[in-house]
Nanobody, 115 residues
Framework: QVQLVESGGGLVQPGGSLRLSCAAS????????MAWHRQAPGKERALVAT???????YYADSVKGRFTISRDNAKNTVYLQMSRLKPEDTAVYYC?????????WGRGTQVTVSS
């Protein structure tokens, strides 16, 4: 019913910036929560940031002050702007939509921070 497609991942040097996009297709309800998660090799999937339909944001301590989550309602797209990237930010990043008590997930996009 709903499809999420991430894009924007790639290789970037430490201290660099990258913007991830998550485009949603299909029916979406007015009230929802969008989120970004990430999973590094050998680690559990971790919450990175959330954005409610009312505009409330949350950031994990590890990314606070460096990452920004935002949305464009006209394009039905959520973004994750990442700056001052560190090697420990290397992970597969997943877009997540909580809507009507149901979780939808994208397939993920790889972000590699390395010199």
């Amino acid at each position: 019913q709903v499809q999420l497609v991430e894009s924007g991942g790639g290789l970037v040097q430490p201290g660099g910036s990258l913007r991830l996009s998550c485009a949603a297709s299909g029916s979406t309800f007015r009230n929802n929560v969008m989120a970004w998660h990430r999973q590094a090799p050998g680690k559990e999937r971790a919450l990175v940031a959330t954005l409610t339909s009312g505009g409330t944001t949350y950031y994990a301590d590890s990314v606070k002050g460096r990452f920004t989550i935002s949305r464009d309602n006209a394009k039905n797209t959520v973004y994750l702007q990442m700056s001052r990237l560190k090697p420990e930010d290397t992970a597969v990043y997943y877009c997540n939509l909580l809507m009507g008590s149901i979780n939808y997930w994208g397939r993920g996009t790889q972000v590699t921070v390395s010199s």
